[in-house]
């Protein structure tokens, strides 16, 4: 209980943090650029921004545990079979969830147009997404809980800050796929490249006016939309079984569950037997 009580601790620390970061850039980005904002400007605030929620992300870690946990980056991250599951389970993901915009707001976030606003949706924010959800705030996460509660957290917490109804929901569900692959391949590069896999379709169909509309309608047939449906919903529920599967497999063989405490009195290097190993 103790360990729950502190990952939710965590949890509401860093969503005050982010909070007040995104405030105090919103007020600075106003006073600074008044008028319109164009999509140079918006890469900009979005930059600044998420430099200083990594750090924040960092400094809460720190302050939690006396020592920040390295992030994974093995090459396994390039794989791409894995990556190709990742994908296509990204997309049946999106098509299953599609009704749920006719029940939830939809997205009415508003970007600027333009090519630095591509590099922020699709380059910038999956890197540094990654690098805070699942780089930092799964590894603070999973020093006090099993894998799964782990990505659970960080799930939550990637949902929470995006604030419409709609996105939270499918940055909850795709959190946990983020964090699944980084657990086993062991690397950020698999959930940053899937991040911006998914921000690209989703991207491409704003730019192509299909804004709000479910991939599964955009053909226009009905019974294929049916088929495509129901083939992504098997898809999902298979991608389900494995995820759930690997995180009990992995809890119960005890890795990547407990963390020891680092006493302040000891340098920023980690001894050996202080990380649990987490593959």
Do not use: W
């Not at 999973?142 to 419409?164: C, D, M, T, Y």
């Not at 996105?167 to 911006?196: D, Q, W």
């Amino acid at each position: 209980m103790k360990r729950l009580l502190k990952n939710i601790s965590l949890l509401a620390f860093f969503v005050l943090l982010f909070g007040v970061i995104s405030l105090g850039v919103g007020v600075a980005a106003t006073l600074i650029f008044p008028g319109t904002i164009d999509d140079v400007k918006f890469m900009l605030i979005y930059f600044v921004s998420m430099v200083l929620t990594y750090l924040a992300a960092t400094l809460l870690e720190r302050v939690a545990y006396k020592y920040v946990m390295p992030i994974e980056n093995s090459r396994a991250g390039f794989d791409p079979v894995a990556l190709l599951a990742g994908v296509v389970l990204l997309i049946a993901i999106s098509i299953v969830l599609a009704p749920l915009g006719e029940v939830l707001p939809s997205d009415s976030r508003i970007f600027p147009e333009g090519p630095f606003t591509l590099v922020s949706v699709v380059v910038l924010a999956p890197i540094f997404e990654e690098m805070i959800f699942r780089g930092r705030l799964y590894n603070m996460f999973k020093r006090n809980g099993s894998p799964l509660i782990s990505a659970s957290f960080s799930a939550l917490a990637f949902g929470i800050v995006h604030l419409e109804p709609i996105v939270v929901v499918e940055a909850l569900i795709v959190g946990v796929v983020f964090s699944y692959f980084y657990l086993v391949k062991r690397s950020i590069f698999t959930p940053i490249i899937l991040h911006m896999c998914n921000n690209a379709i989703a991207y491409a169909l704003i730019v192509l006016s299909y804004r709000g509309e479910p991939l599964v309608a955009i053909g226009g047939d009905e019974d294929k939309a049916l088929v495509v449906y129901i083939v992504s919903a098997i898809i999902v529920l298979v991608g389900v079984v494995v995820i759930l599967r690997t995180f009990n497999k992995i809890s119960r063989a005890g890795k990547g569950v407990v963390y020891q405490e680092v006493s302040a009195d000891m340098s920023n290097e980690a001894p050996a037997d202080a990380i649990a190993d987490d593959e």
